[in-house]
């Protein structure tokens, strides 16, 4: 510990507010320093004088409402002993439901303070009682105090924190009023550079702080917002930048474009042209490759547009420079198909030094954990002499024994599933940072490139290649079409019969477990009532005694398999061996097998966009038409049918990734808390504050480019820290 008080921010509230307020607030909000108090912002505010719509009042949940007293009676018990306090209140709309009763047993003060008339603000939980609204002994706080009136007071918005049903919007908007009015607002030091305040007008901090807990009117709000979501977008952005800046300011050994080399001869070997993009993009990596310091790019496309191809070309220039190049896949399919694929795209040119290969071709090795033994020691040695210029593999390439003559270029396929950590824990085999390629499938808006790869330049594949067949999506409910229970599995024969293959992916593996976590959508109904959900195991039982797939060759692929198992399955399937395969999301990225042109997805609703829309890219990757089927027993106009609504309306993956981000809540995109307590993203929206974030990145730059340490800039700087940790790489690599 530092010998220096602590800063304003850290100070523990039962320092500052009382006993009580502080335990209260740490154990229902998890609150305990001054800066997480002033930092739990309301999620809305009351205007004054405005009721709740109680048609509108959610049931079974803890709301909190304004409503005025239409009547208050007392009366004796029958039952028991004591009082029991009947207070109707009403919005004053004229039709519909318009009233609640609350209830109170041997109520207090209630049947004294809410009189007729009484406005006041009352929280509790909606229960319905003989068809009645009921709220059963509310807390409550009168609204207007005729003693007390003051026309300004009564013209300002009232804070609604999030509140939980022990601590009420109110009691927090006390605590934080108390709080408000005994910091020393001198001790907090200010993030934003007073330049850039004073540029945009911005709140001062105290100002900012005041307005969004106690704020004179809605514009003073909208103020505060303002000032704090540029603050968090500049602590963000920073933070990227100065991490591009380390990244540029590492020496790699460049690997400039060698003429009459492998990549040449592979170019001409092409059976197709490249498309525009592969070829703007490939310029772009080419030149970036001749830097002697390292590439670090994003490369985002369709499933289908080409990456990988973009990618092979990259790894040569690499090698005619005299380096090695790795892929990493995440999983030992995935770096399967992609050890035949480019073995197959290369032919001859990988199998330098062999009988009938080429005498200046390179060696393409395959390292994943289910390579052991003799196999094994012989591929460490191949990647240790140099005689494999490209390394495929799974985590398996992160392992100690891994030692490389001389690696050139890390290609990261399908990033979500990497993390920062093991990027440069690859980064670190090398003897100089290597350059980097992180390709992935799942598009990624603008902003949110901006804010979670901000330390990433980004390229896009926006054309698929010529002569791509599109998908078909439907969106079956059962619900309402009861008959398509039978109809898909004659589809799925009528596909068979034409000799195509068919995908049928379950959201579980089994019925014996819980919900496999991996393969769901986090935030999908939870706590719904649990209707079983199609797993694996289960629907390969039943399709394989279902009479009209009589006869079709099923196969099986989860997770829970071992890899000779999975390895072996996914060999029939591509060689055709198979013609159905159920599975769980393991196939999701990657997998290419161009005469799969039907899937159907089960429970489609437990899945989200963005992993629905990566399945279904799986089918009509050749130049057969593809057909997916969303099947869901969820009722037409349930939420979570949103989802497949959208996925069914196009296949265009930049709109989806925007219809994603609006149906989803914020913190699940960046998959932070949704406490609203510490390092989330709390008031910056990525889609809406596309201008505030450029306008951060921009000021970022300016400040790392004249400051890199931000030696000049510690308040920052120690923000930064405050704000990312303890999350911090946890949050840099979200995808
Ligand atoms: P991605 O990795 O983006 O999913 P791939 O690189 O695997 O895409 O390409 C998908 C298929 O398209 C592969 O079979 C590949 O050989 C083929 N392909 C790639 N580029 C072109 C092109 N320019 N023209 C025609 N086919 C292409
Ligand atoms: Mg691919």
């Known amino acids: ?81 004591g009082t029991l306090t009947d207070v109707v209140v009403s919005d004053d709309s004229v039709r519909g439901l318009n009233q609640v009763h609350l209830t109170f047993f041997n109520a207090y003060r209630a049947d004294k303070e809410l009189l007729p008339g009484t406005l006041a603000m009352f929280a509790g939980k909606v229960t319905t009682y003989q068809s009645q609204l009921t709220l059963t002994n509310p807390d409550y706080v009168l609204l207007e105090d005729e003693s007390g009136f003051d026309a300004e007071e009564a013209r300002r918005p009232v804070p609604l924190y999030p509140a939980t049903a022990k601590l009420s919007s109110w009691r927090i908007k006390a605590a934080v009023e108390a709080l408000l009015d005994i910091v020393d607002f001198s001790r907090i030091e200010d993030p934003v550079p007073a330049d850039i305040a004073i540029r945009d007008r911005l709140y001062s901090l105290e100002d900012a702080y005041q307005q969004i807990h106690r704020p004179q009117d809605m514009e003073s709000v909208a103020k505060a917002h303002e000032r704090f979501r540029y603050q968090e977008a500049l602590i ?89 190049a790795v892929l990493m896949a995440p999983t030992e399919v995935l770096a399967g198909q992609h050890y035949e694929s480019i073995r197959r795209m290369l032919g001859p040119l990988a199998e330098g030094g062999m009988l009938g290969g080429d005498e200046n071709g390179t060696r393409v090795v395959l390292l994943t954990g289910s390579v052991v033994g003799a196999a094994r020691r012989s591929v460490l040695r191949d990647i240790n002499s140099n005689e494999a210029g490209i390394v495929i593999g799974t ?58 790869f901000g330390d990433l330049e980004t390229s896009v594949l926006r054309e698929l290649p010529a002569g791509r067949a599109p998908i078909r999506t439907h969106l079956v409910g059962l619900v309402e079409n009861p008959g398509w229970a039978e ?32 393969s769901f959508e986090p935030t999908a109904d939870a706590g719904e009532e649990s209707r079983p959900l199609a797993s694996v195991q289960r629907i390969a039982e039943f399709l394989g005694e279902l009479p009209v797939l009589s006869g079709v060759r099923i196969g099986v692929l989860h997770g829970r398999l071992d890899s000779t198992e999975k390895n ?32 159907v997805i089960l429970d489609a609703d437990r899945f989200g966009i963005s992993q629905l829309h990566q399945l279904r890219g799986r089918v009509g990757r050749g130049s057969l038409l593809g057909t997916c089927l969303l099947v869901t027993s ?102």
């Open 1 to 81: 510990m530092t010998e220096n008080l602590p800063a304003e921010v850290e100070f523990e509230l039962k320092r500052r507010l009382g006993q009580r307020s502080a335990s209260a607030l740490e154990k229902h909000l998890g609150l305990t320093t001054v800066g997480e108090l002033l930092n739990y912002f309301p999620r809305r505010y009351l205007k004054r004088g405005e009721l709740t719509s109680i048609a509108e009042l959610p049931r079974d949940e803890n709301v909190t409402l304004v409503a005025r007293v239409v009547s208050c009676t007392t009366r004796r018990m029958r039952a028991r002993k």
């Open 634 to 735: 969820l009722e037409p106009g349930h939420p979570s049918r949103e989802r497949l609504q959208a996925v069914e309306a196009t296949t265009d993956g930049f709109r989806l990734a925007q219809d994603d981000l609006k149906l989803r809540r914020e913190g699940d995109i960046l998959g932070s808390s949704q406490s609203g307590g510490k390092s989330t993203l709390k008031l910056l929206r990525v889609i809406k504050d596309e201008a505030v974030i450029e306008q951060a990145r921009n000021d970022a730059a300016a400040i790392i480019e004249h400051d890199a340490q931000l030696g000049d800039y510690p308040e920052l700087a120690q923000a930064i820290e405050l704000y990312l940790n303890p999350e911090k790489e946890a949050f840099l690599e979200r995808g």
């Open 236 to 324: 963000l952005q920073t933070a990227l930048a100065r991490r591009r800046a380390q990244a540029a300011a590492e020496e790699a050994t460049a690997r400039p474009h060698r003429r009459a080399g492998l990549l040449e001869r592979f170019d001409a070997s092409l059976p197709f042209t490249l498309t525009g993009g592969q070829q703007e993009v490939g310029a772009t990596i080419a030149a970036e490759l001749a830097e002697n310091h390292p590439m670090n790019r994003l490369l985002q496309g369709e499933v289908g547009s080409g990456k990988t191809l973009v990618a092979l070309r990259a790894m040569l220039q690499v090698i005619d420079a005299g380096g090695q």
């Open 568 to 599: 072996a399955t996914m060999a029939a399937f591509t060689e055709g061996q198979l013609d159905l395969l159920v599975s769980t999301t393991v196939i999701e990225v990657g997998v290419d097998v161009p005469n799969a042109t039907m899937m």
């Open 487 to 518: 109809r898909i599995w004659a589809r799925a024969r009528e596909e068979v019969d034409a000799g195509r293959q068919v995908y049928v992916v379950c959201p579980k593996i089994g019925d014996d477990e819980g919900e496999d976590p991996a």
């Open 395 to 452: 985590h398996a390439l992160l392992s100690k024994e891994v030692e490389y003559y001389d690696l050139g270029l890390i290609v990261v396929d399908e990033q979500h599933r990497f993390g920062v950590e093991q990027r440069d824990q690859l980064r670190a085999q090398a003897i100089k940072p290597p350059h980097l390629l992180v390709m992935t499938a799942t598009p990624i808006p603008r902003t949110v490139a901006m804010t979670v």
